[in-house]
Structure formats: structure tokens, C-alpha cells
């Protein structure tokens, strides 16, 4: 199968803090129609990879391009060209109506709400007032509805019970289908696998291990057992 370029991709990518890296060496691509996770322990360097390929944090080697050009270095320049980085912090206004907040995205609410039809009936509520899996339904729904080009999604799933993060991972999956490249970094391991295409696990800021997921699902300890040798912390 022939392959066009990758939407983003990091070579020889190294990042850290202070000038001190926490990554090193990365070499990490995602193409259209793909969803890849991202995995490794706690301290391992997955939200500075996430960050760095954002344009949050300036590499101190390597390259990262985006769109098949080299990456504007700023995550405002990045995300007008297509990119949305989603944090675990449920970026919405808790004091505002789960419309308005839709209403702040550069998609339409009804583009939101077929994304996620659950979300209909509280559209008139205080964001506030939401269970979380709602809230981060709606921030997920707010960033989808515009379409981007590359989404990198760190920890969605922070603190939400199994069938709402499958339901968030349905949703990404829904997005690499048409055309996005999703970069997904997720501690529950097997529910995403079953929605990803391909795993790369960080162990002490380098890629040990990159392997479709069809098979890793057969084999899932292959990515907790680098768990051990992987954390900084
Ligand atoms: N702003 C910062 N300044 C200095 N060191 C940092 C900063 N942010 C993170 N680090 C360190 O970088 C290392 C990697 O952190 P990072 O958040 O990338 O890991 P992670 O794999 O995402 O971990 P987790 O699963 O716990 O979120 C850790 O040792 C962390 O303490």
C-alpha cells in the first residue's frame, strides 16, 4: 500500500526541561486515517512528546513537521493549520451553558451534537453542573466539530468510567476515519488498543517498542512490562 506523508512527524526528536531532555532520539509518525497510542508508565515523557509535537515546548534536537512542513514552533500558529492538542483538564467554562461553550469552537453545535447526540438534552444546563463525562464529551465535541487535521489527545480519560472513555475513544476513532491523524496517549491500555491502529510505548524518554496493535491486543503485557523499566519517577 502506497502511503502518503505522514500529517505530523518527529525525527530524531529530543525535549525536555531546562535544557535538560526527557525525551531522546523520537522518531514517531501519524498519517491520515490513522489513531495511534501512545503509551508508557507515569514519568515516562508521553506529555512532553505530546507538547513538543504541539508546539508548546521547543525541541532541543531533532525536527518535527506538520502538514508535510516543517512545524511552525507555536501551538496558535500549529493549531490554525489544523492541530488540536487535548489535555486531561476539561477545557470548558463551567459557568456558561453547554451550547455557549460549543458556541466558542470554530465547528457548529449541531456538527457537536452529532458527534454526540447524549450531550442534546443538557445543552441548556450549566457546564458546571455536567458529570465529568459529559464535560469532557463536550470539550471532545467542541475540538472534533472543527474537523482538525491532527488531534493529540493526552489522558482524555482521566478519572471517567470504562464505557464513557470507550465512548470518547469511539468518537477519536470516528475522526482517524475521516482523515484525521489521532495521536492518543491513554493509560487504559486494552480499550485502546482495540480502537487504535498502531502502539508506541516510551520507556526513560525512548521509543522500546512500536508494533501494530492488532498485535498487542493478542498481547497487552507487552507494553505493561516496559512499565517497569520505564518511569523516571
Ligand atoms: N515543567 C516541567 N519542568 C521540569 N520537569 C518536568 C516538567 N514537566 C514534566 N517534567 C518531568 O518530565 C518527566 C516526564 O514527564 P511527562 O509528564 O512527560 O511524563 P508522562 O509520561 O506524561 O507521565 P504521566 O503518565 O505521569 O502523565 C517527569 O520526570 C516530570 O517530572
Known amino acids: 500500500m502506497i502511503r502518503a ?36 508508565a507515569n514519568g515516562a515523557g508521553k506529555t512532553t512528546t505530546l507538547l513538543t509535537l504541539a508546539g508548546e515546548i521547543s525541541p532541543l534536537g531533532g525536527s518535527v513537521s506538520l502538514l508535510g512542513a516543517p512545524h511552525p514552533k507555536s501551538l496558535f500558529k500549529a493549531a490554525r493549520q489544523g492541530l488540536a492538542l487535548l489535555t486531561d483538564d476539561r477545557a ?29 438534552e443538557h445543552l441548556d444546563r450549566v457546564t458546571g453542573l455536567l458529570s465529568g463525562g ?14 482538525p487535521k491532527v488531534i493529540l489527545a493526552d489522558e482524555l480519560s482521566l478519572g471517567l468510567a470504562p464505557l464513557v472513555v470507550k465512548r470518547l475513544l ?18 487504559h491500555v486494552p480499550l485502546a488498543l482495540a ?38 519517577t
Do not use: W
Open 5 to 40: 506523508e505522514p500529517l505530523i512527524e518527529a525525527v530524531g526528536l529530543s525535549a525536555g526541561y531546562h535544557g535538560n531532555p526527557i525525551i531522546n532520539d523520537i522518531d514517531l509518525a501519524v498519517h491520515a486515517g490513522e489513531m495511534v497510542g501512545l503509551f508508557g
Open 92 to 120: 470548558v467554562f463551567p459557568a456558561l451553558t453547554a451550547r455557549d461553550n460549543l458556541r466558542l469552537g470554530q465547528g457548529t453545535v449541531g456538527r457537536a451534537i452529532e458527534i454526540f447526540p447524549e450531550l442534546e
Open 134 to 147: 459529559q464535560q469532557q464529551m463536550l470539550s471532545l465535541g467542541r475540538i472534533l466539530a472543527a474537523k
Open 170 to 187: 469511539l468518537a477519536l476513532r470516528a475522526a482517524a476515519d475521516d482523515g484525521a491523524a489521532v495521536l492518543l496517549v491513554e493509560q
Open 195 to 232: 480502537h487504535a491502529d498502531r502502539a508506541c510505548v516510551l520507556a526513560r524518554g525512548r521509543i522500546a517498542l512500536e508494533a501494530p496493535a492488532a498485535e498487542l491486543r493478542e498481547h497487552p503485557e507487552r507494553v505493561s512490562d516496559l512499565y517497569l523499566s520505564g518511569s523516571r
